[in-house]
């Protein structure tokens, strides 16, 4: 069976997600739940549909950026629509300046994006939302000479429609203009930071719970907010002096938990090795779940066969979406060389699904035709250990060679910074988690001195 080379790049990109609603991303997905230490989007699905469908809930999720949190959260989405629920899913890289968040940015982003997707939905008494707003834009104004907040409907938070307010409208309008600008972001916070709880208070009275109430008329069961991306937040130290992520997640994590609706946020992962994280386990009611590398040998070093024969579907997936699983394995040399090329690609990736795909990726592009050689794989793995190993230093090299030989790490700062860098993997096995070095990274020389 041929395969369009084109094509085949074109399913193996690794910036991707993959949106599981859409049929034809459907076909690409594979379940690694049994060999990750379970069913984790299950358990969330049950904890909001089982156990408190009737009252806020609030979780955390994380795991390494590219192990698949997206994928899983769009899934999540797709089965709390199937039961009922309406699911507002957002990237809040979109709406958020990465480098510089805030918590009444995000809070900011949240009633927006409900105001979006629920615009049937009128809100009647606005006054208190109406006023921060109305508040901030004069703030900006003061900052900066001739700041302009007009639409083409007329003045920010108004539809020329039945002169409604709304929220979308005008949260949209302000957080346009000061995404891309410091200067006005600052001010902003200014303005808003001390009215947080009046800010938590008119999302929730004035947006949330009329939402709700509104959706049960119509049959649904509650509403559900997925933030995804917030992992992704850069770890820079504030003015005052307090790194980013542990200044929104744990300091202002208690707003997070106080919006009255089920909440899903995506957490940087190297805030479970941060000393704060008991700190940060006191703010939300259950701990954070963990997406794990999808494992690829055990931790006494024996291949994980079930993890290698997942990962292996997941490529062939891209390649053959219309075969079953058994049919796949037929086809392999019409894709790679051999069988052995394709099971070096997956240990290689360390399970790391983004990983893998951009070997892959990497790989076609040095071959220019199929099957796919081992030998070019190898080129591509070493110039790619050759990039990843040049930023690392004596001591870093020091920290590795432990957990090589432990399987743990501590809360070091010097871990945060290897599980940042996709230098060090988490696994689980049995309800326990253990470490492991990138597998391109373990045939280092610098590993053997």
């Known amino acids: 069976m041929s395969i369009d080379l084109l094509e085949f790049f074109q399913r193996t990109d690794p910036s991707r997600t993959l949106y599981v ?27 909001i549909t089982f156990f408190k469908p009737n009252e ?25 629509e199937a039961l009922g629920f309406h699911v507002v899913y957002f990237e809040s890289s979109e709406d958020l300046e990465m480098t510089d968040v805030d918590i009444a940015d995000v809070l900011l982003a ?16 606005s006054n208190k939302f109406q006023k921060l707003l109305q508040g901030a834009i004069t703030a900006l104004d003061s900052e900066v000479t001739g700041l302009k907040l007009k639409t083409p409907v007329g003045d920010v938070g108004f539809s020329v429609e039945k002169e409604k307010f ?102 940087p992962v190297a805030l479970k090795f941060s000393n704060d994280y008991g700190m940060l386990t006191q703010r939300f009611s259950d701990d954070p779940k963990v997406l794990p590398m999808v494992p690829v040998q055990w931790s006494d070093g024996r291949v994980h066969e079930d993890g290698i024969r997942l990962l292996k579907q997941m490529v062939l997936a891209r390649g053959f979406p219309d075969l079953q699983s058994d049919e796949r394995l037929r086809h392999i040399t019409g894709i790679f060389e051999s069988e052995t090329s394709l099971e070096r690609l997956c240990k290689l990736s360390g399970g790391h699904v983004r990983d893998l795909l951009r070997l892959l990726n990497t790989w076609i592009q040095e071959e220019m035709t199929l099957p796919l050689q081992g030998s070019t794989l190898e080129q591509v793995v070493r110039a790619r250990r050759n990039e990843m190993t040049m930023p ?58």
């Open 392 to 449: 690392i230093s004596d001591e870093e090299w020091e920290l590795l060679r432990h957990v090589q030989q432990k399987k743990k790490v501590s809360d070091d700062q010097g871990y945060q910074k290897l599980i940042r860098s996709r230098f060090v993997f988490e696994y689980r096995d049995g309800g326990e988690s253990w470490f492991d070095i990138n597998p391109i990274l373990a045939e280092a020389t610098e590993l053997s001195r």
């Open 166 to 267: 709304s929220l979308a409208l005008g949260i949209g309008e302000i957080t346009a203009r000061t995404k891309s600008d410091p200067k006005l972001r600052e001010r902003l916070n200014q303005y808003l930071g001390p009215q947080k709880n009046q800010l938590l208070e008119a999302i929730n009275r004035e947006l949330l719970e009329p939402a709700i109430a509104n959706l049960k008329q119509q049959g649904k069961k509650g509403l559900v907010v997925i933030v995804d991306n917030l992992d992704r937040i850069d770890n820079r130290i504030k003015p005052w002096g307090r790194p980013q992520q542990e200044y929104l997640f744990v300091d202002q994590g208690e707003f997070l938990t106080k919006l009255n609706c089920h909440l899903v946020f995506t957490m």
């Open 56 to 80: 806020p809930t609030c979780t955390l999720f994380t795991g390494h950026i590219g192990c698949g949190k997206s994928t899983e959260l769009i899934r999540l989405q797709v089965e709390l």
């Open 110 to 125: 949240i009633a927006r994006r409900v105001s979006q997707s629920l615009e049937e939905i009128k809100v009647e008494q």
């Open 21 to 47: 609603n859409q049929g034809s991303d459907r076909k690409y997905y594979i379940d690694f739940s049994p060999v990750r230490g379970g069913d984790i989007i299950g358990k969330l699905k049950q904890k």
